[in-house]
């Protein structure tokens, strides 16, 4: 199970597979039973989903496979507090998304509502700055974490 933590609605629950557990990560598959939209793409029903969760990182880092095999992107959650168990991981999520298409697009995701929120205070100054730097992490080594789920993936 994932549990994914919000700062502004209810908690969500999602049930899953264990593709694949390490020291301090475990890789989720999730297959979509419904269309949905990402950004700009639409994600069709039967999509693939293989999630790495991170002890002790700062976003979650999902690869998306269509129905046919081809791979359709790679989404990224900024979160923090990454709990790995041995029947759930959970985490908080911390609104902004990073999606990067098959093609190499990236579209950042939610950054007006987030910063809607931080001026609210519902956001606060640490989890902005933890939220920067996870964009640039993410932003600066796209292809190294990428692959590292690659591998993981294709070692099944």
Known sequence: MELKRHLDKPDAVYSCQLV??????????????????????????????YALYKAGSGYVTWRMVEPDGRLKGHLFHICKDIQIGEQQVAYLDLMLDLWIDSSG??????????????KRGVVSQEDMGWIAAGEAEISAGFSEIAAELEALVAGI
């Open 20 to 49: 694949c557990r390490g020291e301090g990560y475990v890789v989720l598959q999730y297959v979509s039973d419904r269309s949905q939209r990402v950004g700009d793409e639409e994600i069709a029903s039967g999509t693939i989903t």
């Open 105 to 118: 697009k990236w579209q950042i995701l939610d950054r007006e509502e987030l910063e809607v929120f931080a």
